[in-house]
């Protein structure tokens, strides 16, 4: 079975959590508070420039030219998501250039680029699938059931729902499979780990939005 199979049957449970979560749900029905949107774009500014460096860490490991230059075409795609956030959204809602990062969305960061620069390579790599992965998903599900008519968040779903990104998504797959497939049982096992581990990141990401997490002290 290829890596990629393993790896989704290991988190459908949590996928289907993600489905259910009111911050996702609210979000397709246009019934999402407007705050919560607000610190959720917000938090994933920082997020995709942190993303973006880990990207292109990982590039820089990689070892066949082909997986090189994806990744580092992966590292321009998250920081240009980034920048076209600060000119649609954050003109619109005025959120502030500098994003003090909240206790979840630096623990995510943290984790993704501390596996892509401390651990194999393979393993970086499937700490960032669950990134594309989940939200291709997540996005296709969001864009089949939402009414279409004056959407308040047409922009975010349909950032996700386009043939440019499933095309991304599928390289991304098919580059772990690879790497997976060179690797020893006990890497493939962390890889698992990796994946699952970001997953669940993901999962706490849109739970800290909904919940408009502070730091306490
Ligand atoms: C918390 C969080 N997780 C995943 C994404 C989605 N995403 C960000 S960059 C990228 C691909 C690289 O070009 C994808 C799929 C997000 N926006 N926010």
């Known amino acids: ?3 990629s199979q393993r790896a989704w049957e290991r988190i459908t449970p949590l996928y289907e959590k993600i489905l259910a979560m009111p911050f996702n749900q609210e979000l397709m029905e246009g019934t999402l508070e407007i705050e919560k949107f607000k610190f959720y774009m917000a938090q994933d500014a920082y997020y995709l420039g942190e993303f973006g460096k880990t990207l292109s860490t990982l590039s820089g490991r990689l070892h066949d030219l082909n997986h090189v230059l994806a990744f580092s075409e992966f590292a321009s795609g998250a920081i240009v998501v980034e920048r076209a956030l600060h000119e649609s959204y954050f003109k619109e809602f005025g959120i502030p250039d500098l994003v003090n990062p909240s206790p ?3 623990l995510y960061t943290n984790y993704i680029l501390n596996q892509a620069a401390y651990s194999n390579v393979e393993v970086g790599v499937a700490g960032v699938l669950p990134c594309f992965w989940i939200y291709k ?7 089949e059931n939402h009414h279409h008519e004056g959407h308040r968040y047409k922009k975010w779903i349909e950032t996700y729902a386009g043939e440019e990104f499933a095309q991304s998504v599928k390289l991304a797959i098919d580059i ?3 790497l997976a497939e060179k690797a020893s049982p006990e890497a493939q096992e ?11 990141l993901e999962w706490m990401f849109w739970d800290s ?4 997490e502070k730091w306490e002290v």
């Open 104 to 106: 979840t969305c630096l």
């Open 209 to 212: 939005a909904y919940k408009i």
């Open 137 to 143: 998903k997540v996005g296709d599900y969001i864009y």
């Open 1 to 3: 079975m290829k890596f």
């Open 190 to 200: 962390k890889m698992l780990d990796a994946f699952e581990m970001a997953s669940k």
């Open 176 to 178: 772990t499979d690879a």
